[in-house]
């Protein structure tokens, strides 16, 4: 009972209507970038775009990469095609950078198998005196984003986020999700409230993009305190703003501007 209860709760406080339209209009394209992965999909063919992962990582310093790069981190249960559709909007946003797409795949990893990826990953970059314009991540993608930009880069950059639980993920409280991915996104985890600290004296500027519709990260678990930040919130489900892209990255586009001088 003690479930179907917080199930209910859930539902009345987050799910509306408009919030399941916009997930089963978003679900064509996750299917098609899904199956896309399934028969072995890569973005081999785009010249500026390199996917690294654990077993491909060996490749990576052989890869032609601009002076500048940014960083795109795909959520927990997707892989690097969720940003099939975004990328024309970002070469609008960055030209002349290579984008960057850690895959770390669907395996039940913890968040420190995804730091230890990604530091390596930025510290390389580093030492190669590449600078990293934006590193963005998309839910679970943020909070990995946000993490190793406080960790691991030392100078300013922009950190856009999109529908990323800062607060945690309100579901969590009841749902029974046993993987280790999930842990540091409950709302009572020791892992946000060490991230908000960081954030809140952070040296990098922050964009938190948040979907007024989105029941798996409410606006309002969004975003977090930070020293130099914007939040931008539009209609649209959870993962909208990667597939329907044009009217939300125009937006986009045009907060990022406020930061070009900076």
């Known amino acids: 009972?003690?479930?179907?209860?917080?199930?209910?709760?859930?539902?009345?406080?987050?799910?509306?209507?408009?919030?399941?339209?916009?997930?089963?209009?978003?679900?064509?394209?996750?299917?098609?970038?899904?199956?896309?992965?399934?028969?072995?999909?890569?973005?081999?063919?785009?010249?500026?775009?390199?996917?690294?992962?654990?077993?491909?990582?060996?490749?990576?310093?052989?890869?032609?990469?601009?002076?500048?790069?940014?960083?795109?981190?795909?959520?927990?249960?997707s892989c690097p095609l969720q940003w099939s559709y975004t990328l024309p909007e970002l070469r609008k946003i960055y030209p002349h950078h290579s984008i960057i797409l850690p895959n770390f795949s669907r395996k039940d990893?913890?968040?420190?198998?995804?730091?230890?990826?990604?530091?390596k990953l930025v510290c390389d970059l580093n030492g190669e005196r590449i600078r990293i314009s934006a590193i963005i991540g998309t839910s679970m993608g943020g909070l990995l984003a946000a993490w190793i930009a406080e960790k691991s880069i030392p100078y300013s950059t922009q950190v856009i986020t999109i529908n990323t639980p800062f607060r945690g993920a309100p579901a969590l409280r009841f749902l029974p999700l046993r993987a280790k991915r999930y842990q540091p996104m409950h709302p009572e985890s020791s892992f946000l409230s060490g991230l908000a600290e960081m954030i809140q004296l952070s040296k990098h500027l922050y964009l938190f993009v948040v979907a007024q519709d989105d029941f798996q990260v409410p606006p309002a678990f969004g975003s977090t305190e930070a020293k130099m930040s914007q939040i931008l919130c539009f209609r649209g489900g959870h993962t909208s703003a990667l597939i329907r892209v044009e009217p939300y990255w125009k937006i986009i586009r045009d907060k990022l501007k406020s930061y070009q001088s900076v």
């Open 109 to 119: 990893l913890s968040f420190n198998d995804y730091f230890s990826f990604l530091d």
């Open 1 to 77: 009972m003690g479930f179907l209860k917080e199930l209910f709760q859930f539902s009345v406080q987050y799910i509306t209507l408009t919030g399941l339209i916009y997930e089963l209009l978003d679900l064509p394209a996750k299917i098609v970038y899904l199956f896309k992965r399934c028969f072995g999909h890569d973005f081999s063919d785009q010249h500026d775009v390199i996917e690294v992962s654990d077993q491909t990582y060996h490749e990576f310093p052989e890869k032609s990469i601009e002076e500048q790069v940014i960083i795109c981190i795909h959520g927990s249960s």
